[in-house]
């Protein structure tokens, strides 16, 4: 992608501007460098100081008071499990329903409101001497005492409290941790009214607190809790960033915390290859204080570099840092010293640049630069929000793959956690750097909340959340929060002052949307016709998408047995409870309207189901692809969302459980790298000539020095052809590239429906291929009517090969295992097949697969007589 940008050294986008008034101190890459020179060879590394994990089983119980708690039994108590929750062992212990079943939110949210205690027995670790106990998250108001000695108390769920032990460690310890109960407060002028706004007043993830899906505050010890060895000289967070990308610069900040009298000894630092094969590079310093904090700037060039690449465009490669100080004096076996405990850190790191550039029209005070230069070329930036996984706080490595690789299938290049979670997690960093996905990380604020906010509690979220992230190479901009419609104060002057002093390499955005990004949800809160998001444009989208049913699979997973039957739902049941503000807001309706552009009002459950993502895929797609072919103009696009917190009717394109639903092929087809797509200004143009547009994207230059066809096919409803368009080239293209218009009479649009095929062939192979739906409205469920055709089905391990048998297309064609949608992985699931085509499907199991179609012979709607 090649564009060209007004430059006016005169002027100053709203980036300058924010940053000045934040006034800032230097970033840490400011200070002077000292360029070291790395040899080729792997150091001995000294070890680090022993660590005793205290995750694992503990004792949980409820209520009594601090001095019968601190002496007692606790005959009362019941197991919980750490990391975990509240709610999370109330249900392994039988104590709770499934919270996520039927309307059981509704009995079990009352216990949030309740003291709760754990307690952990643990025996002191040999050879421990100084120590620490550090509590990586705990959900949210608690009180520590170890031994009977109260250690304090602490706010804020994002990591802390931590405690320096000096001699209070014995032989055998008894931990307790008082959770406070969640405060109670009614939202004003909301439709739910169990709404609580509570989290206004401190420092949590919202979206569980009953605004819609959830309803469920979290409490718990919900990340890591261990004690940790003290070294004599610690090195505090350190940060490692990219100079120069290109020539392999790097630069290396190492803050060293030793004795207040001073201290000397060595410093090792290696870089390797993480996710590739190549040599280790090191070097040594001799570092010596005579106060207690030393800070270093070191600067050095990684030879034959490889570039951190978002996904699309190249391979995300990573490096590992290992660093290690080792006090003088500590014997001849390296970490076994008289004099001095050793010290030991690594991290994972990219070398890549990520910079900020005007919109064509060049740099503005009221306009943020959204344009994204990544590694010194400009791109359109392909990409969603990320919503906070789960009220029960199962943020397992396990659960964040299986949602990350369906975002990375999905062709994903940015995730944004937005204001209303939370700062994600070390896993979820960690699997975006790996999967190249960039990171839109926003503090746990909304909706103006950081001016209620409890300030300190918010600084030191925002602090230790910075130097915890800020080496991941997927992490590209902080931003203050969601839709705050002042943004503005001492709390948002903090964060952006914060983004500076510790980081430097990243923007910070005040807030989404500001500054020239939109958010807009006509569709669904506005009940405008889907035709409305065809046509949408905005320099940058932040948010926008239309919520719908999960799976019907997944629906059955939370709707009791005795109301699957009851279709209509009724409005105080189950159906009605699992939408987006538990259907006090008409949200049966709302997903009703949208479902009856493709089904009828006699459609089962099922066909409720389809028909409402049918309208998600439309709401998305088309945006999305107008968005592309707007570049330079329109820089990137966020839909809503990608995951959920809860199983309910949502925006996510993958429910709760992991089921995707049909718009995430769809959406996976309008995000591909080389793709052909057609706009649509209208989906219902019967009876009308019609001139749509064609487009070629080509985001990595798939097509260099290659011939390349692209074909546009329209079928009416007897999937019969009726125009056919071929457009041919050598070589790269300036994407987007328009290749010109399908033009077709009004007597070929006179079809319901009206179905397009868009494909890019290179060197005479299918390199990319999606159809469209259009005219369907005027009779509903025609999509599910066409004529029918036969599909074959062969699997072997990895891949399962779908045959058209048939003498038409197929349409709709999903390859499924029925049972097991949540965990099934296809790398397509709604495609279309030319008669006596065939097609292979990578899958991750071919245990009882089935194949589907709209069009399938023997698929016989509900309402077709």
């Known amino acids: 992608m090649k564009t060209v940008f007004k430059q006016d050294q005169n002027r100053k986008s709203l980036d300058d501007v924010d940053r000045e008034s934040y006034r800032a101190g230097p970033p840490p890459v400011d200070s002077p460098a000292e360029q070291v020179i790395l040899s080729r060879e792997t150091m001995l590394h000294a070890g680090a100081p022993p660590l005793l994990s205290l995750d694992g089983d503990w004792r949980m119980a409820e209520a009594g008071q601090d001095s019968d708690r601190l002496g007692s039994e606790w005959v009362d108590a019941i197991p919980a499990r750490v990391p975990g929750s509240v709610h999370a062992a109330l249900v392994e212990a039988d104590r709770i329903p499934d919270p996520t079943v039927s309307t059981n939110q509704k009995i079990v949210r009352g216990e949030s409101f309740k003291t709760w205690w754990f307690k952990k027995v643990f025996d002191k670790p040999e050879g421990m001497a100084a120590s620490k106990l550090v509590f990586d998250g ?86 890591s809790v261990r004690v940790q060895g003290t070294p004599t000289v610690s090195i505090a967070d350190p940060f490692i960033a990219a100079a120069d990308a290109g020539k392999g610069l790097v630069d290396l900040v190492v803050r060293c915390l030793g004795p207040a009298g001073g201290w000397s000894g060595t410093l090792t630092a290696t870089v390797e290859p993480e996710t590739f094969d190549g040599e280790a590079y090191s070097f040594e310093k001799e570092l010596a204080s005579r106060k207690q904090e030393l800070v270093k700037h070191y600067r050095f060039g990684v030879p034959e570099p490889r570039l951190w690449w978002p996904a699309d465009l190249g391979e995300p490669d990573l490096y590992r840092l290992k660093l290690s100080f080792e006090p003088d004096g500590s014997g001849q076996a390296r970490g076994v010293g008289n004099r001095g405990i050793p010290e030991h850190q690594e991290t994972v790191f990219g070398i890549r640049t990520v910079e900020m550039a005007p919109l064509p029209e060049g740099p503005a005070p009221e306009w943020y630069d959204w344009t994204f230069v990544i590694n010194a070329t400009p791109r359109f930036i392909k990409g969603t929000n990320w919503c906070t996984m789960d009220p029960l706080m199962n943020f397992s490595r396990e659960r964040y793959e299986r949602f990350i690789t369906l975002a ?106 500001w500054g020239g990004s939109v958010h807009n949800y006509d569709c669904y809160w506005g009940r405008q016709h889907l035709d409305h998001n065809l046509n949408m444009t905005a320099p940058f989208f932040g948010e926008f998408g239309l919520a719908c049913m999960p799976p019907h699979e997944s629906v059955c997973r939370y709707l009791p047995e005795e109301e699957r039957a009851l279709w209509p739902p009724p409005e105080d049941g189950t159906f009605a409870y699992h939408t987006p503000k538990f259907n006090t807001d008409d949200d049966v309706s709302r997903l009703t309207q949208y479902a009856r552009y493709f089904v009828p009002k006699d459609c089962s459950l099922e066909e409720f189901a389809v028909g409402s993502q049918l309208s998600q895929a439309v709401g998305i797609r088309h945006t999305l692809e107008r968005a592309r072919t707007r570049w330079p103009h329109c820089t990137g696009a966020l839909y809503y969302k990608m995951n959920d917190n809860f199983p309910a009717a949502s925006w996510s394109c993958v429910d709760w459980y992991g089921a995707p639903k049909i718009g995430h092929y769809i959406l996976q087809d309008a995000f591909a790298p080389l793709h052909a797509c057609i706009l649509f200004r209208t989906l219902n143009f019967a009876g009308t000539p019609a001139k749509l547009p064609v487009f070629l994207l080509d985001d990595a230059d798939e097509l260099r020095d290659v011939d390349w066809t692209v074909t546009v096919r329209g079928f009416n409803a007897a999937l019969q052809p009726i125009q056919e368009q071929k457009h041919t080239g050598h070589g790269s293209v300036n994407s987007p590239l328009r290749l010109g218009d399908f033009a077709l009479t009004f007597e070929q649009t006179d079809s319901t429906p009206l179905l397009f095929v868009a494909e890019v062939k290179k060197s005479g192979g299918v390199i990319d291929r999606t159809f469209y739906w259009t005219n369907y409205e005027a009779v509903k469920g ?60 990578e899958v991750d199991s071919i245990q009882g697969l089935s194949v589907n179609a709209w069009n399938l012979q023997g698929r016989r709607p509900s309402w077709w007589r």
């Open 138 to 223: 705990v959900c949210n108001r608690c009180t520590i005492w170890l031994n009977g000695k109260k250690l304090g108390e602490h706010e804020g769920m994002f990591g802390g409290p931590e405690f320096d032990l000096e001699d209070l460690l014995r032989e055998r310890n008894t931990l307790l941790v008082k959770l406070e109960p969640i405060p109670f407060t009614p939202a004003k002028g909301h439709s739910n009214p169990e709404n609580n706004s509570s989290w206004r007043k401190t420092v949590v993830f919202n979206n569980v607190y009953g605004w819609h899906y959830s309803n469920l505050p979290s409490l718990g010890i919900w990340r």
């Open 408 to 513: 990375a299938l999905q062709h994903i290049q940015m995730l944004r956690p937005w204001g209303s979670g939370m700062p994600e997690t070390d896993d979820f960093y960690d699997l975006c750097d790996r999967k190249g996905i960039m990171v839109l990380q926003e503090w746990p604020t909304a909706w103006d909340s950081h001016r209620d906010q409890p300030y300190h509690v918010l600084e030191e979220t925002v602090r230790r959340n910075t130097l915890r992230l800020r080496n991941h190479p997927a992490l590209v901009m902080y931003g203050a929060g969601n839709e705050s419609p002042n943004p503005f104060g001492k709390a948002i002057d903090m964060m952006g002052r914060l983004a500076v002093e510790l980081d430097g390499t990243r923007p910070f955005h005040r807030g989404e949307p």
């Open 782 to 841: 025609c999509l599910f009517t066409l004529p029918k055709t036969t599909l074959s089905l062969a699997a072997e391990p990895g891949e399962a090969t779908v045959a058209n048998t048939g003498e038409l297309p197929a349409v709709g064609v999903s390859v499924e295992r029925p049972g097991h949608a949540d965990t099934f992985t296809a790398s397509d699931g709604c495609f279309w097949l030319d008669p006596a085509e065939q097609k292979s499907v």
